[in-house]
């Protein structure tokens, strides 16, 4: 993976997560101002993810943006809203790290 890529995928990761942030503060409190922060964050994220889609492929890029959303994002809600993970619910973000390991791991994994 580049730099380029890497740098990327990051700031796509730091983006949604400012926007999954702040679509929770707009859930706690609406307001007009949240709602076009939230809106103006996933533009710009998804922005980021059609340069990640040309580099990774779709299945790749979504596949690991999304595993990495998932854990950045439930760090957040755990430690900055104080919300609960359940068991089950913990072994669906662990399967969804293992199932995304075996998609990027894929083409190395079946050669030959």
């Known amino acids: 993976m580049s ?42 994220g998804n922005l980021i993810m059609l340069r990640l889609v040309r580099t990774f492929g779709m299945s790749a890029a979504f596949s690991l943006t999304a595993v990495i959303q998932l ?16 068991r089950i619910e913990g072994i669906g973000v662990a399967l969804a790290i293992v199932s995304v390991t075996l998609i990027m791991l894929g083409p190395a994994l079946s050669r030959p």
Request: glycine share 6%; charged share 5%; no cysteine.
């Open 71 to 86: 854990v950045a994002i439930n760090a957040v809600a755990i430690l900055v809203f104080g919300e609960k993970l359940g």
């Open 3 to 44: 730099l380029s890529a890497l740098l990327q995928l990051a700031a796509s990761t730091a983006i949604y997560v400012l926007a999954a942030g702040s679509a929770k503060s707009w859930a706690l409190a609406p307001s007009l101002a949240k709602i076009a922060l939230t809106l103006a964050l996933y533009s710009v």
